[in-house]
């Protein structure tokens, strides 16, 4: 069964989306851990609720990105994690836990990468006039918002939407279009592993 971290700064939708998706049987795998860098997020709150364990911190208690993330990756080994799922997580991933996690870092983002990266990707679709815009599912290098696409679906915009209908459209393809993709990886993950196997065995 792949282990799945999600870490939010948010409302954690898709946390709900991605833990509901693991319980029905969607994704072949169980959500075992949440980190929130948000003390107070609403996502806190969906995660006691499932009784999945949190780890809540202020980035600001530590001395540097490099110690919090190497507090993370002691967790994250502790609870074998697979595969960690940034989920509205605010925050560039560090060479610590990159180099830890090495191409099994994914995000998900609401626009067509590369066209409007970083904060308020819906926000800035809609004041460039664009007629689409959409979700991306990405994997994580060093870079904002950059990274291997894996996945794409777009949504359109039309005269009469705004900020909040946008982000409502892009919102319900998020939370089918990311359980997809986080199983489409574990089976590519899976086959590698055991194309791997038969070679060197
Ligand atoms: C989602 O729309 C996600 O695509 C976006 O934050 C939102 C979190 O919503 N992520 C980014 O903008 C990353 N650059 P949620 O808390 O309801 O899941």
């Known amino acids: 069964m792949m ?3 999600v870490f939010a700064s948010g409302s954690g939708s898709n946390f709900q989306a991605v833990l509901e998706a693991c319980v ?16 107070g997020a609403y996502v806190e709150t969906r995660a006691e609720r499932a009784g ?9 208690d530590y001395e540097s990105k490099k110690a919090f993330e190497t507090e993370l990756v002691a967790l994250l080994k502790e609870q074998q994690v697979d595969l960690i799922v940034l989920a509205g997580y605010m925050r560039l ?6 180099g830890a996690f090495e191409g099994r870092i994914m995000n998900i983002h609401p626009s067509l990468l590369p066209s409007f990266p970083g904060l308020r990707a819906v926000e800035q679709a809609v004041d460039a006039g664009v007629k689409v815009t959409g979700v991306t599912v990405h994997l994580v290098d060093e870079g904002m918002d950059t990274g291997p696409i894996l996945a794409q679906k777009p949504v359109t915009i039309e005269p009469e939407d705004t900020y909040e209908t946008t982000a409502a459209k892009i919102h319900r393809i998020e939370h089918s279009l990311y359980p997809e993709t986080i199983e489409a990886w574990r089976k590519t993950a899976e086959e590698r592993e055991s194309t791997w196997q038969n070679e060197h065995s």
Do not use: M
């Open 3 to 5: 282990r799945i971290a």
């Open 24 to 39: 029905s049987g969607i994704i072949k795998g169980e959500v075992c851990q949440v980190v929130c860098d948000k003390p």
């Open 52 to 60: 999945v364990p949190l780890f809540s911190f202020s980035p600001s």
């Open 93 to 98: 991933i560090g060479p610590v836990l990159l």
